[in-house]
Nanobody
Framework: QVRLEESGGGLVQPGGSLRLSCTASGRTFSGHTMGWFRQAPGKEREFVAIRRSDNSKYYGDSVKGRFTISRDYATNTLYLQMNSLTPEDTAVYYC????????????????????WGQGTQVTVSS
């Protein structure tokens, strides 16, 4: 069992920055995939970014160049640094964890992940 706890969401003006955190607790898996999806009202869940246990990283096209995913192994925390935010980034952001290192073709689909956090709201508005 893996428990994920997110924090760091909030209200920010367009062009601003936020950093989301996701702390994992429970069982550890040497091979794993951990990352972020988001869902805006009335829209489908969207892939944001993930990091695999081999330190490979993937980003969604809409966030590439603006968001950065990183991990602190000392605190078992995953971060999502979000810069140059726009109103289109407004959504609930969910941390997710897969108990294996997903092959590339499977990282994009939320159905392949085993655990999810409760979500944190990010609102970009002036």
């Amino acid at each position: 069992q893996v428990r994920l706890e997110e924090s760091g969401g909030g209200l920010v003006q367009p062009g601003g920055s936020l950093r989301l955190s996701c702390t994992a607790s429970g069982r550890t898996f040497s091979g794993h995939t951990m990352g972020w999806f988001r869902q805006a009202p009335g829209k489908e869940r969207e892939f944001v970014a993930i990091r695999r246990s081999d330190n490979s990283k993937y980003y969604g096209d809409s966030v590439k160049g603006r968001f950065t995913i990183s991990r602190d192994y000392a605190t078992n925390t995953l971060y999502l640094q979000m810069n140059s935010l726009t109103p289109e980034d407004t959504a609930v952001y969910y941390c997710t964890f897969a108990t294996s290192r997903l092959i590339t073709s499977r990282v994009w689909n939320g159905e392949n992940y085993d655990y999810w956090g409760q979500g944190t709201q990010v609102t970009v508005s002036s």
